[in-house]
């Protein structure tokens, strides 16, 4: 991770432009450095290249480790622990383990999987990312180019790039 | 990427909204200083919590004997509040996961404040069954920790204790799924903030930006919370109707309970929505996106679940008479004739007879009729867990020990307590908080914004033809 990164970013003011523009970037072979916008924007990850999260594999790891977890412990408790008998079921009754594994395996994905969430995203309480504008969570769609080190060539080029796709804006910024 | 919207959608967003009238329509509020109508509920809310909290107080001090329960009726208003309670938080849960899955665009209106519903309903809920113990200061021993008594654990195989999993369970994961819903939307109020506000809602945000790779995260989790969420709640009021059903009282063991409970939590939950929506949308100015067909949706839902309601009521009576089994026919002969014929003829019409005007689209799409209408609903819900607990316990197998029950003005101080609680916490909620979710209302803008459908649908979808070559030719330049 570098000290500092110089920022170059276009700002747009419909996620029509956006997607148009990602598709000339494309086209350009111009290194994006991220995208940023308001809402979900569909049919824009592909564009981007960004492959399929994979957070509900871990939510289902989460999730068999919940079943296990409450499934085994009452069977050690009633079973070995301090084995007592209810209304003359048998100690190892297992139709009345499954509301609370079943309980106990959603707790465990949900909390898991937010928890790895805001973990991968770098986000939680406390964290400050730099914002590149404030209009980005309003109503701005942001194509964000990376330039430490680019020649005035190259940053005209991209700023030719935003210019030709329409962007409302274009700024610099050292985040 | 405007997608092509049916003509005969009716649209869920009026007033031709841009993406920034919508960050200023749903996000002022919370910049404003509060009016005098917020003021005054908001200071009547505390007053009736203060009262309730004294009651509570009371009780605990002086004992479950300041109620008027008795050897007969060990359930009174306390388990007829809890149940209400947790039955009213399930609407939340099915707005903002089921209607998910469903893919229904209207409940991008309702869902953040459907949800903060719930969860301030669970927390009225919880407080029941924890005073109701007694000796509330022993209530740790609910959970299954080592103790030195052994350790003697719990029993697992209680309904009792699957409801205490199943609420706490439903308690985490709705608040983890309203707040991950919240951090984008406190990035927008974040960023039109300065000064100590700007700080306190960097912190809430949690540092979110709207990266791409972030927000497809966020879809993707949010998916998958709403796939728990939708059997999670489902299981939440099975469990509570397991409560009564594994019991050997007649009334209470039936097999028709759990589907006859979710559907009535789901029936009283969609009535305190549309209560707290009505007035929400009129002193918030969000009728522009919690627009009549919103509430027709809702509507729609009260009319399907109070007729499931209403069925299972008639199965019961039925299967009661077809039984054969005279204890069986007695707690409905006692239901509906006995002493406390009132309660029952309050639980029928207002959720059997009442909900049927719904039929009408008029009706439906009616303001005064749909506030009415959710008041009632939620007094014949609770009408109806007081019939099932009070009525059937007061007329049990030994006529020597038959009682009546009222309550005492600890236990009614207790439930308007709750409700003082309930209002306090919503009250806060829609100062601090976007009530309507900011993000997800953008993202059906394109397909739901009244610029967009209706006779606007076929212009933009022909508009959109013609712009097709041009797009080509764009790319072809470069």
């Known amino acids: ?175 | 990427m405007s997608a092509v919207v049916s003509p005969i959608r009716e649209p869920l967003i009026t007033g031709s909204k841009t993406y920034h009238q919508i960050t200023e329509d749903i996000v002022s509020p919370t910049e404003r200083v509060p009016g005098k109508a917020w003021v005054a509920f908001f200071m009547a809310s505390v007053g009736v919590l203060s009262f309730g909290l004294f009651c509570i107080g009371w009780t605990i001090w002086m004992g479950i004997g300041t109620w008027d329960l008795n050897r007969t009726i060990g359930w009174g208003w306390d388990i007829t509040n809890f149940v209400w309670w947790i039955g009213i938080g399930h609407a939340g849960t099915l707005i903002s996961a089921i209607l998910l899955l469903f893919r229904q665009k209207w409940r991008t209106g309702v869902n953040r404040a459907a949800e903060a519903m719930t969860i301030f309903a669970v927390m009225c809920a919880g407080l029941f069954p924890l005073i109701h113990m007694g000796r509330i200061w022993l209530a740790i021993f609910i959970f299954p920790y080592p103790n030195t008594r052994g350790p003697l654990w719990v029993n697992f195989n209680s309904p009792l204790l699957w409801d205490v999993f199943a609420i706490s369970t439903y308690f985490t994961v709705s608040l983890l799924f309203w707040y991950t819903g919240l951090v984008p939307d406190f990035a927008t109020v974040r960023d039109r903030a300065t000064g100590l506000r700007k700080r306190v809602y960097s912190f809430l945000a949690f540092g979110w930006t709207g990266k791409a790779k972030h927000w497809q995260r966020w879809e993707a989790l949010s998916l998958v919370l709403a796939g728990l969420a939708t059997p999670l709640v489902l299981s939440v009021h099975t469990i509570v109707s397991f409560d009564f059903a594994t019991s050997v009282i007649p009334g209470w063991h039936t097999t028709i309970f759990p589907p006859y409970f979710v559907a009535g939590a789901i029936f009283s939950g969609f009535a305190m929505v549309l209560t707290l929506m009505l007035v929400t949308r009129k002193l918030l100015h969000l009728e522009d996106y919690i627009t009549i067909n919103h509430i027709e949706s809702m509507n729609k839902v009260i009319l399907l679940t109070g007729t499931i309601v209403g069925t299972a009521y008639l199965t019961e009576l039925f299967i009661a008479w077809y039984s054969g089994y005279v204890y069986e026919q007695f707690a409905f002969y006692n239901r509906a004739l006995g002493v406390y014929w009132w309660s029952y003829f309050g639980m029928m019409a207002c959720n059997v007879i009442s909900p049927q005007i719904f039929w009408f689209k008029k009706m439906r799409r009616s303001i005064f009729v749909t506030f009415f209408m959710s008041i009632f609903i939620n007094i014949g819900m609770w009408f109806e867990r007081f019939v099932i607990i009070a009525t059937t316990l007061a007329r049990d197998y030994l006529p020597s020990s038959w009682s009546y029950y009222v309550p005492t003005w600890v236990e009614i101080g207790i439930f308007i307590g709750t409700m003082g609680l309930f209002f306090v916490l919503y009250l806060l909620f829609v100062r601090v908080a976007p009530v309507v979710a900011i993000a997800e209302v953008k993202s059906i803008l394109k397909s739901a914004g009244d610029q967009y459908s209706k006779e606007n649908a076929r212009d933009n979808y022909n508009k959109m033809l013609n712009e097709k070559p041009h797009h080509d030719e764009h790319e072809h330049a470069h």
């Open chain 1, 1 to 175: 991770m570098k000290e500092y990164q110089e920022v170059l970013y276009g700002l747009y003011d419909d996620e029509t432009d956006l997607m148009d523009a990602v598709k000339v970037a494309n086209a350009d072979h111009l290194d994006i450095m991220d995208v940023y916008s308001p809402f979900p924007v569909h049919g824009l990850d592909p564009l981007l290249g960004l492959s399929e999260s994979r957070l509900h594999i871990a939510g289902f790891v989460y999730g068999a480790l919940g079943t296990l977890t409450a499934f085994l412990f009452m069977t050690w408790v009633f079973t070995r622990d301090w084995p007592i008998i209810f209304g003359g079921k048998p100690y190892f009754s297992a139709p009345a383990f499954i509301p609370i594994s079943f309980e106990l395996t959603v707790l465990f994905a949900s909390i898991g999987m937010v928890v790895t969430f805001y973990t991968v995203c770098g986000l939680g309480p406390g964290v400050n990312n730099p914002v590149l504008d404030d209009r980005i969570t309003d109503d701005k769609f942001c194509i964000a180019f990376e330039t430490n080190g680019y020649s005035n060539e190259e940053i005209s080029k991209l700023k030719g790039f935003f210019s030709t796709t329409g962007a409302s804006e274009v700024n610099t910024k050292t985040i």
